[in-house]
């Protein structure tokens, strides 16, 4: 199989510093997985395949920061709650299916085949706490050729039995499925404690030493909601901040760190996000749909925070990360509108920046064309939804597809330079 292509479509992109960059009717020439070129004329190689994609409009693939494979089953189900109700009523009883591989099996599979055909080429996912069947879907995620960290998640208090696991239980697990993992090359594990609440200090400490000897990046949740963030104040009484209460425990920088929703970490925790390790998955369909509120976006570009998006299913409801950018700039508008004039909303072109190369930055640096990136991309095909306007720029046909047909299966594929379909 070829490992080199060339690839005939219209790019559009946003340079580092945020700028658009269209490329319409130009030539991507990809090879042994890297981006080599993105040129107007077509690049003088013989060794090639050549993909023509003309009229296809073709983007860096897009990276969902926080999703919960566990979850994908009931999305759009059971909206009526707040997050703590919502995980006793209907989340915990869902993932403790997980502890029979059948179920495990047909359900990853479903989610594994729509993230195949969604705009996302990485991810960075919860399973549950049973090892099996977190490995059954690093394997799915492995063979259909998906880059993605998936982390069996750690919890060994406040939740329903069947999500309880023993203390030293729940590291010798991680660290088997670590060992688990060691062959696979497109699909990482990462450190998953649930939530502050869910585990215990003795555990925090263990998880952290685990990610530091490692250098195994981690994933978590940090101030989504504010009943939440009391709890975490009463059981971490010692901490200022709920951040803190990750920082007392070495779950703060040192790796690469995600933290999901950080929907009051403005007021909270101002100082802790302002750390290189730490990078914000905002998901501003959850946090609407569990009525949690409305991260302030426009802060952490302004203070320099890392920052990509996350459907958080099944608080969010779709794996569209095109969704999800169209969601974080409505939600940045009623936030400026109704909550806090200081921070203007944010634009088309920067919610899908912080898609694309904001989140991307989590994987060493995807989300562009630029030269000797890994290559990750997908072409849609903007013409599902009709329209009489013939002069519209790359960047006006991506925001018209971005809001009407986001969950419109993508053409083609590319993760690492290779071509899933
Ligand atoms: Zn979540």
Not at 11 to 35: C, H, I, K, N
Request: proline share 4%; aromatic share 10%; with cysteine.
């Amino acid at each position: 199989m070829s490992s080199a292509y060339v690839i005939h479509a219209d790019f559009y992109q946003t340079d580092r510093e945020g700028m658009a960059l269209e490329m319409p009717s130009s030539y991507l020439l990809v090879r042994d997985g890297r981006v080599v070129s993105l040129t107007t004329s077509r690049p003088d190689v013989s060794d090639a395949t050549f993909l023509d994609w003309s009229g296809l409009l073709v983007i860096p693939g897009l990276t969902d920061l926080h999703v919960h494979a566990s979850q994908y089953q009931f999305r759009g189900l059971w909206m009526d709650e707040e997050l703590l109700e919502w995980l006793n009523a209907h989340t915990f009883p869902e993932e403790a299916k997980y502890k029979e591989i059948s179920y495990a099996s047909q359900a990853y599979r479903i989610f594994t085949d729509d993230l195949l055909h969604s705009a996302t080429t990485r991810a960075a996912i919860f399973a549950t706490i049973h090892e099996d069947s977190t490995l059954l879907l690093a394997r799915y995620l492995e063979e259909a050729g998906i880059a993605a960290y998936v982390g069996k998640v750690n919890m060994d208090r406040n939740s329903v039995p069947e999500l309880t696991e023993d203390s030293e239980a729940s590291v010798m697990s991680t660290l088997s499925f670590i060992e688990k993992m060691k062959d696979f090359k497109n699909v990482k594990p990462i450190i998953t404690p649930r939530f502050i609440p869910s585990c215990s200090d003795w555990l925090l400490d263990e998880l952290a030493c685990i990610a530091k000897e490692r250098g195994l990046p981690v994933q978590s949740h940090l101030s989504e909601n504010q009943s939440e963030g009391e709890w975490v104040h009463s059981l971490c009484p010692e901490s200022v901040s709920y951040a803190d209460a990750y920082r007392r425990h070495g779950l703060w920088g040192g790796v690469p760190t995600i933290m999901a929703h950080c929907v009051y970490s403005m007021e909270a925790e101002p100082g802790l996000m302002r750390n290189e390790d730490i990078f914000v998955a905002h998901c501003p369909d959850s946090n609407t749909n569990l009525s949690s509120g409305i991260a302030p976006a426009r802060w952490f570009l302004e203070n320099g925070v890392n920052m990509g998006l996350g459907s958080d299913v099944a608080g969010g409801t779709t794996l569209s990360i095109l969704r999800a950018i169209t969601d974080a700039v409505k939600v940045s508008k009623l936030r400026w509108r109704l909550v806090d004039q200081r921070f203007r909303p944010l634009s088309f072109r920067e919610a899908f920046h912080i898609a694309s190369r904001g989140g991307g930055a989590f994987f060493g640096g995807v989300g562009g064309f630029d030269e000797g990136m890994e290559a990750d991309l997908v072409a849609l095909d903007d013409s599902v939804r009709k329209t009489a306007i013939k002069d519209l720029s790359l960047e006006e046909r991506l925001e018209r597809h971005a809001y009407l047909a986001p969950e419109e299966p993508v053409t083609h594929k590319m993760v690492k330079g290779r071509l899933l379909f």
